[in-house]
């Protein structure tokens, strides 16, 4: 027996998650992000109040690392130097953002997927489609659209609710993204309708 329209629908709806990433106080420690915040905050609470209506799976991705080393990157520790400690300020999520009770992704380097569950989550999910939102833009949003497309998920990234430290370093890895990767980037309006 064919399903209904509405188990269709909901079946393809559900397959578009919202990806939120780092929108935690250290990287808004930056000037330029800093001045951003409120708008970035805004887009992405439009984009989760958007998923959670329909339905649609929303994940938040956020970096920590741990005080003895273990987890810093190579940067961290060319510099001896170590940020966004669990448990720490840094670690929080930026004030006025609607994450509570949204199922969390612990990461330690750029991309979301890298050393985490996160593609076995989505395919548990059903998911093959990415709305990326967060920051920052050059960084963790793009490696994490870069190793999407390596896993076979379609991304799109959502022009209002990212940003960067760099915006030079952010528009020349959009376009990348956006012709070789074929991964678009999308209004807010288009985003929702992608989420609904």
């Known amino acids: ?69 273990s987890s810093w990157t190579l940067s961290m520790l060319d510099d001896d130097q170590g940020f966004i400690f669990r448990g720490s300020h840094q670690a929080d999520p930026v004030q006025g953002l609607r994450v509570d009770g949204l199922e969390t992704v612990t990461k330690t380097r750029d991309s979301a997927f890298f050393g985490t569950d996160l593609a076995e989550r989505l395919r548990s999910l059903g998911v093959e489609h990415l709305v990326l939102a967060g920051v920052s833009t050059h960084n963790c949003v793009a490696h994490t659209g870069a190793d999407a497309f390596a896993g076979n998920f379609r991304v799109a990234y959502v022009r209002d609710a990212i940003g960067s430290t760099n915006e030079q370093y952010a528009e020349a890895m959009l376009e990348i993204l956006s012709v070789e990767y074929r991964q678009p980037i999308v209004g807010l309006a288009e985003a929702g309708v992608m989420l609904s």
């Open 1 to 69: 027996m064919p399903p209904s329209d509405a188990s269709s629908a909901a079946t393809t709806r559900n397959r578009t998650a919202l990806l939120v990433i780092d929108m935690q106080n250290a990287f808004f420690e930056d000037e330029l992000l800093a001045r951003s915040r409120s708008a970035l905050v805004t887009a992405c609470n439009t984009l989760i109040d958007t998923a959670v209506r329909s339905g649609a799976p929303v994940l938040v991705a956020r970096t920590e690392h741990l005080s003895d080393r």
